[in-house]
Structure formats: C-alpha cells, structure tokens
C-alpha cells in the first residue's frame, strides 16, 4: 500500500482597520484577502505567522491610532458568512494587544 501525501492547507488574511472611535472595522486596502506565504507554512505554524505579521504592522503603521485586525480563512474568497479559522486584534498608535 503506497503512503499517502501529507494534507496541504492553504490559509488566507484579511486585515481590517478600526480607527480611534469608530463602530466599525473597515478593508485595509484593495484586493481582499491574501494568502499566507508557504514558506511560513512550510517551516513554521500559522500562530507564528500571525504574531509576525502584527509585529511587522505595529511597527510600519505606529502613526495610525486604532486597531487592526487580521482574519485567517481556509477560503480564498470567503463569503458573508464565512467564519475566521483565526482572528487576532492589536492596538496601533498604542502599543498594546486585545
């Protein structure tokens, strides 16, 4: 009996901006979701991927005063009423995490 392959997942992140007193998290930029670069997923998991991708966001937008937030999809277009396999929120212009 021949091995089977090991199980692939693709994944892919949405980020989504809320500024200071707003309701409402809004796109941030054009395009929709991207997906999460297989070479994290190659050598690393996708919680790592996530905390490094924050890091990188805290430190580019610190002139931005909001939260941002990343969604994970399994879906590289997910619909209304698709659930995040993995949504994380981090406090911009703050330096603080929900």
Not at 22 to 27: A, N
Not at 49 to 55: A, M, P, R, S
Request: hydrophobic share 30%.
């Amino acid at each position: 009996m021949r091995a089977s392959r090991p199980y692939w997942q693709n994944y892919w992140y949405d980020l989504r901006f809320r500024s200071e007193g707003t309701p409402s998290f809004e796109p941030l930029g054009p395009g929709g979701p991207q997906q999460v670069p297989n070479k994290w997923l190659g050598s690393k998991s996708l919680d790592e991927f996530v905390e490094w991708f924050l890091d990188e966001c805290v430190d580019e937008l610190d002139s931005l005063h909001g939260e941002l937030r990343i969604r994970i999809y399994t879906e590289a277009t997910p619909g209304p009423d698709t659930q995040p396999v993995m949504e994380r929120t981090v406090a911009l212009g703050r330096g603080r995490r929900s």
